[in-house]
């Protein structure tokens, strides 16, 4: 059996792998859907496709996952109604959808996919938003995403890009 986590993972944290990880007690293989991948360089979504898959790869590698998982960048449809044959078009074949997002959980329950809502580990501290917020701020953030992900954003010098996206025109 295969089953699809869908995120923006903007960026990979701790959350996440213990997401994926209880998801791997249950599957065969995992499909992890980078979501909004055409986005990148905006203070809602620094991170590059590329950049996100980077961060899983290296994080998975990190903790010596041993499912097999294919990850695959998904770009925005805006058209809901389109959005699942869409993400089907360009997915090995799953049977069961992982998500906490309402939409995303609505949109495939009526193409007919069994969902899951995953449990949320500590998601006051282990949230996207979150993260972004206290990089931007200056406050410590390293201790909630994988090592390899505190390296990539380090590579790309993701604190930088997100301290300049958020000052605006002047
Ligand atoms: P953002 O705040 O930017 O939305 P996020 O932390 O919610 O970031 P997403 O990429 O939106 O990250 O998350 C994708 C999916 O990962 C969610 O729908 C949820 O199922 C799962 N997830 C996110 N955070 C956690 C967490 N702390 N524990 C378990 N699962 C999580
Ligand atoms: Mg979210």
């Excluded at 007690?25 to 979501?35: A, L, R």
């Excluded at 495939?108 to 282990?126: I, Q, W, Y």
């Amino acid at each position: 059996m295969r089953g699809l986590l869908i995120g923006r993972f903007q960026p990979f944290h701790k959350g996440h792998l213990y997401v994926i990880g209880k998801i791997a007690e249950e599957v065969d293989e995992i499909i992890i859907g980078i979501g909004s991948a055409q986005k990148s360089h905006c203070p809602d979504n620094p991170f590059t496709a590329g950049e996100r898959l980077m961060m899983i790869k290296k994080s998975l590698i990190g903790v010596n996952f041993s499912k097999n998982y294919y990850i695959i960048p998904i770009n925005d449809v805006n058209n809901n109604s389109l959005w699942v044959s869409h993400v089907r078009s360009l997915t090995p074949p799953f049977s069961k959808v992982y998500s906490g997002n309402p939409l995303v959980k609505r949109l495939f329950k009526e193409a007919g996919k069994e969902v899951a809502t995953p449990p949320l580990f500590n998601r006051k501290e282990f949230s996207g938003t979150e993260i972004r917020r206290r990089i931007l701020s200056g406050e410590s953030w390293e201790e909630l995403v994988p090592e390899a992900v505190v390296k990539v954003i380090g590579e790309v010098k993701g604190r930088d890009r997100i301290e300049e996206l958020a000052i605006g025109d002047r």
